[in-house]
């Protein structure tokens, strides 16, 4: 099938938001979803009362759509994504969205806009934003009754794009998220109250913040955006088990890839701040950069600076992005499930 792509010159896309075609909308009332649409209004006009814009009543998802090396536009686990947009809206007593719908609403968006899903081989990727709010007037503090979700595209450059450059994070003075609260949803709200840590970081050099667990401020969490993962001097993969961390799906994918591809101890458990000082490899996972490299870590002065040091990733590491990589682009054969073809 030939499909005239767009005009773009797909290796100098940073992330940021194009405008595409076609959006899909779906709106909630009287205790129903309605049947959704296409539309080509990327525009949302709401009251001035909305729930959204009063109590930050909203969730979200992030996924990407690609070309493999063989030419089908395909998205990575966004069975996953209904799970978890799921999870987030009944946190916020946002009613869910159908999981089967969500799927379907992906592949309208891509579809519809698959002139825009970069061509393979361009590092570039098609970013999906699915997300609901609450859009009936609400001033007494209470949830919505009437919602909507969406779900927009827009096309994004390759992560790496001068090369990998492993990051510098600073051990942050600001906590994420407090212990049963609303840090294991993707919610605007959780995003709000890092802006301010993020800049702060930035002005002082740092790429990232390391948030510690809320409580003791002893433990690893995660950053604002991405899970850690660590590698252990006896080559055993690790990341943080905490209830106040987005579980992320590229995590999960990594820690698979792992022990499945390429024969690894992989463990999901508590680690101490005090231990990150003893690991060989560190990175952050999320599906912008899928695992970017950490090459030192800045504790209040003290400072942890990973074997696999500023230049490049670390082998497991790298093995990780690899394998990973390789599964998403269909040059590896993936698990079960894992490849969800669009066209
Ligand atoms: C989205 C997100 C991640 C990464 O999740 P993926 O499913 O891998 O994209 C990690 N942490 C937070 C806080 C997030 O919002």
């Known amino acids: 099938m030939f499909m005239q792509k767009k005009d773009i010159d797909w290796g100098?896309?940073?992330?940021?938001?194009?405008?595409t075609d076609k959006r899909y909308v779906s709106d909630f009332k009287d205790g129903k979803w309605d049947e959704g649409r296409l539309t080509e209004d990327a525009n949302v006009v709401l009251n001035e009362c909305a729930g959204v814009f009063q109590y930050a009543q909203t969730v979200f998802e992030g996924l990407k759509a690609y070309t493999t090396e063989d030419g089908r536009i395909?998205?990575?686990?966004?069975?996953?994504?209904?799970?978890?947009?799921?999870?987030?809206?009944k946190r916020l007593e946002i009613p869910a969205f159908p999981r089967d719908r969500f799927i379907d609403a992906v592949k309208q968006v891509v579809s519809a806009n698959a002139a825009y899903v970069p061509p393979f081989g361009s590092g570039a990727t098609l970013y999906l934003r699915p997300y609901m709010m609450g859009t009936n007037?609400?001033?007494g503090v209470k949830p919505a009754t009437e919602y909507q979700f969406r779900l927009?595209?827009?096309?994004?450059?390759?992560?790496?794009?001068g090369g990998v450059k492993p990051l510098t994070l600073k051990v942050s003075d600001f906590d994420r998220a407090a212990p049963c609260g609303t840090g294991n949803i993707k919610a605007g709200l959780n995003y709000a109250m890092s802006l301010h840590a993020i800049v702060t970081a930035h002005n002082?050099?740092?790429?990232?913040?390391?948030?510690?667990?809320?409580?003791?401020?002893?433990?690893?969490?995660?950053?604002?955006g991405a899970n850690f993962l660590f590698v252990t001097k006896d080559n055993k993969v690790v990341t943080p088990k905490s209830d106040?961390?987005?579980?992320?799906?590229?995590?999960?994918?990594l820690v698979q890839v792992a022990k499945e591809y390429l024969g690894l101890e992989a463990e999901e458990r508590v680690?101490?701040?005090?231990?990150?000082?003893?690991?060989?490899?560190?990175?952050?996972?999320?599906?912008?950069?899928?695992i970017s490299p950490v090459g030192k870590i800045v504790d209040h002065g003290k400072e942890i600076c990973f074997p696999s040091g500023m230049t490049d990733m670390g082998p497991i590491t790298k093995k990780l992005y690899e394998t990973l990589t390789g599964i998403q682009m269909g040059k590896i054969k993936a698990p079960e499930g894992w490849i969800y073809e669009i066209m």
Do not use: H, W
């Open 12 to 19: 100098s896309l940073g992330f940021g938001y194009i405008q």
């Open 74 to 89: 395909v998205t990575f686990r966004p069975d996953l994504n209904a799970e978890r947009l799921e999870q987030s809206a």
């Open 137 to 139: 007037p609400v001033i």
């Open 152 to 161: 927009f595209a827009t096309p994004v450059g390759p992560y790496f794009k």
């Open 204 to 224: 002082e050099g740092f790429d990232e913040n390391m948030y510690l667990d809320a409580k003791t401020r002893t433990n690893v969490e995660e950053t604002g």
């Open 244 to 253: 106040s961390i987005l579980p992320s799906i590229t995590r999960r994918s």
């Open 271 to 290: 680690i101490p701040f005090e231990e990150v000082k003893d690991m060989a490899e560190c990175g952050l996972c999320g599906t912008a950069a899928v």
